[in-house]
């Protein structure tokens, strides 16, 4: 019975990877950088991230997620305020630890799209309601959330030449 018990112990305990080390201890995510937090994607459309050093595997409530029109994702980390991109995400071979690529760690982004619109996300959430005010004499396109009354500030270049479906940082009040 015994021996039972431990075959069965020793293969939960190698069944699965990104279920996470519950004793690991949470590291301080506002002083993290980029290069310290890898992705790995599952069985399936989903995925785990975690903070390379100490093995913290985070949690869906500290993190939001952006699917982007090419397959990849974006990703905004709550705590330590950046977005991070999953890249060539739908080619991924699950379970195999990946490097995020670096967007911004400004709380807003710019995505134009293939349609000639864009996109504006702030702290990871779309934000609706845009009111073009115009633009300023730093070549900086200008809008406003009709509900909050935010500003969003965009580069001109940044408008009218980023490529489409790449993230870009924006100035935001």
Known sequence: MRMGVLIWLICVSFSGFGQGDTTVQKPDLKNISFGDIRWAKSEGQSFWF?????????????????????????????????????????????????????????????????????????????????????INALHQYVYRNRVSDKRYWIEEQDFIFARIGLPVGILSE
């Open 50 to 134: 975690f903070h390379k050093p100490t093995g913290y595997f985070f949690v869906s409530n500290e993190f939001e997620t952006i699917p982007l029109e090419n397959g990849d994702i974006l990703a905004y980390l709550f705590e330590p305020g950046m977005y991070v991109l999953l890249p060539d995400y739908t080619l991924a071979i699950p379970k195999k630890e990946m490097e995020v690529e670096a967007i911004t760690a400004r709380s807003c982004v710019f995505i134009r799209n293939d349609k000639g619109g864009f996109r504006i996300y702030d702290k990871g959430l779309y934000v609706q309601g845009l009111i073009r005010v115009g």
